[in-house]
């Protein structure tokens, strides 16, 4: 019992960054149609940041706000340079483009920074850990959950109070329509991206302080991961974003704590097996989109 | 001066000419229908005069202000908006929220905070409904929400798509009742409308659009008078 909690607070970390990085997908996602693979390089930026700024003698609370601020610039700066001018293009134009932005900036960090691992300096206090009622739990477990949880309150009261929220969701549903009203296209677009990169440089530090490392490609396999929590939680839904960054997360921790030792290596294997079977029974997702197939202009 | 006036308009859809140079003037304080067909260009011109599809030639003035190539999200806060066809609530957002964004693009506070007495008092079931998901409403009532949201922007002229289009006999009075009720509250407005007989019924005036082109013009009793208008024009029924 006690193995199996000590594994649902590792799930709930993980599955909480799986949905930090969904969600930032799904935020663009739903306003644009572009499925911005270039998102786990805002996780990159964010990543050498914290490490710069360790390496300059920062103190960690004022690194991570930094962290966190660069992924938002860059993700706004990536939908001004790169997506803007396809904006009107069709949805394999935009990913083609979201892949060259990818492959650019992962080349950029591998020739001026470096092709390998860097060491971030963290708090000690991240890598100690709690006794709470006979588990052990890791302080960056806690921490993520915890950031997860303030992110996606934070987020939901901009979507439903904040005009800008409540505007980013009428574009998300009928773009042409919300013009009408006034809404500027390039405004929600622009905040659209800055929201996901704040869940993009909120996800990197949680990432990072799991792993103390930063290398040109650290942000490939969870926004992958990422990806797929999106598509398992419904394309472009933002409950769904959060649903299956969470099933995911469970998933995996799940399936590596009590699969027998013979059958690891089959893990990711099995793994997406489940998420295949949840989306044969729910195609749309385990929260569908309300308002995928809306016309947009 | 009118209040618009446009000249030589065109739109295309790639080979497609939708309409081909279509001239008309509203004046402040009319009602102004286009009557046609499906596919005599009525939403086109529309569209195109607000933005949302691109004018391939010819001139829109609003106000004294040429706004042919204006986007669409410049044109609420100038006063002009547009209803569009089918009505096209955002139905995943909350009736209150669906106003509130109808006067995105406004920054008066005190003409904000009247435009809400004013929807609220025009469509009293939109107040008690303001909770409730724009989705879960009827049909109806999303045509007054559309128009509600419309309004909120305190617009000088108002574009109405097809507000009469699959509503219930009964509910279609009440749409046109509104659009008098509007005009004399010193709205001006251009109705799209299939429904002829009521169209001409609260109009001062009528273009008649057939394949892309304004085929007949006149005053809404000319128009009535020319009774044949429906089988000529239209296709009849």
Redesign the interface.
Same mark, same amino acid.
């Given at each position: 019992m006690d193995l199996f909690l000590q594994q649902t607070t590792n799930a709930l970390a993980l599955g909480g960054t799986y949905a930090l990085l969904a969600l930032g997908l799904a935020v663009v996602f739903s306003i644009m149609g572009l499925i911005n693979f270039a998102h786990g390089e805002l996780m990159t930026i964010s990543g050498y940041t914290l490490m710069y700024a360790g390496a300059a003698g920062l103190p960690f609370a004022v690194s991570v706000p930094l962290a966190i601020l660069a992924a938002m610039v860059a993700a706004v700066a990536m939908e001004r340079i790169a997506f803007r001018p396809v904006r009107n293009g069709s949805g394999a134009t935009m990913l083609i483009t979201s892949f060259a932005v990818a492959m650019i900036l992962q080349v950029l960090f591998q020739n001026l920074i470096s092709a390998r691992s860097q060491a971030v300096l963290l708090p000690a206090i991240l890598s100690e850990s709690v006794h709470v009622g006979g588990l052990i739990i890791g302080v960056n477990k806690i921490v993520a959950i915890a950031a997860t949880v303030v992110m996606l309150i934070f987020l939901d009261q901009f979507m439903s109070k904040q005009?800008t929220g409540?505007?980013m969701?009428?574009a998300a549903?009928?773009f042409? &329509?919300? %013009?009408?009203?006034?809404? %500027?296209?390039n405004t929600v677009i622009a905040g659209a991206f800055a929201l996901s990169g704040l869940l993009a440089g909120v996800a990197a530090v949680l990432w990072v302080s799991q792993r103390a490392s930063v290398d040109p490609l650290m942000g490939f396999t969870p926004v992958l991961k990422a990806f797929i929590a999106a598509i398992l939680g419904g394309l472009g839904s933002l409950r769904g974003a959060v649903a299956g960054g969470f099933a995911l997360g469970f998933i995996e921790v799940y399936l590596a704590a009590f699969l027998p030792q013979h059958m690891q290596e089959f893990r990711d294997p099995i793994g997406l097996s489940i998420v295949v079977l949840i989306l044969l029974v729910r195609p749309n997702g385990l929260v569908p989109s %309300? &308002?995928l197939g809306a016309?947009k202009? | 001066m009118p209040l618009l006036s446009v000249s030589g308009l065109q739109v295309r859809y790639g080979a497609v000419e939708a309409v081909r140079g279509v001239d008309f003037e509203i004046n402040e304080g009319e009602i102004v229908t286009l009557l046609g067909a499906n596919g005599a260009g009525k939403s086109s011109t529309l569209n195109a005069l607000v933005g949302l599809v691109p004018v391939a030639g010819g001139r829109v003035v609003f106000d004294g202000e040429d706004i042919t190539d204006h986007a669409p999200e410049r044109l609420a806060p100038m006063g002009m908006t547009l209803s569009p066809e089918g009505r096209r609530v955002f139905g995943t957002l909350t009736v209150e929220e669906n106003l509130r964004m109808g006067a995105y693009g406004i920054t008066d506070k005190a003409a904000i905070s009247a435009a809400w007495e004013r929807v609220f008092d025009l469509f009293p079931i939109l107040h008690e409904r303001r909770a409730q998901f724009a989705g879960t409403l009827s049909g109806g009532q999303q045509q007054m929400l559309a128009v509600g949201r419309a309004l909120m922007s305190g617009p000088r002229l108002l574009l109405l798509d097809e507000p009469s289009l699959g509503l219930a006999p009964k509910i279609v009075e009440q749409v046109f009742d509104l659009i008098a009720l509007l005009r004399d509250q010193g709205v001006t407005l251009v109705v799209v409308e299939q429904n002829v007989g009521m169209a001409l019924e609260v109009a001062d005036r009528g273009y008649v659009l057939s394949g892309g082109e304004i085929t007949t013009r006149g005053t809404a009793r000319e128009l009535a008078e020319a009774g044949d208008l429906q089988a000529a024009y239209l296709g009849a029924d």
């Open positions: 005009k409540i505007a969701r009428a549903e009928d042409a &329509v919300a %013009r009408l009203m006034g809404i %500027r296209a %309300r &308002v016309i202009v | -």
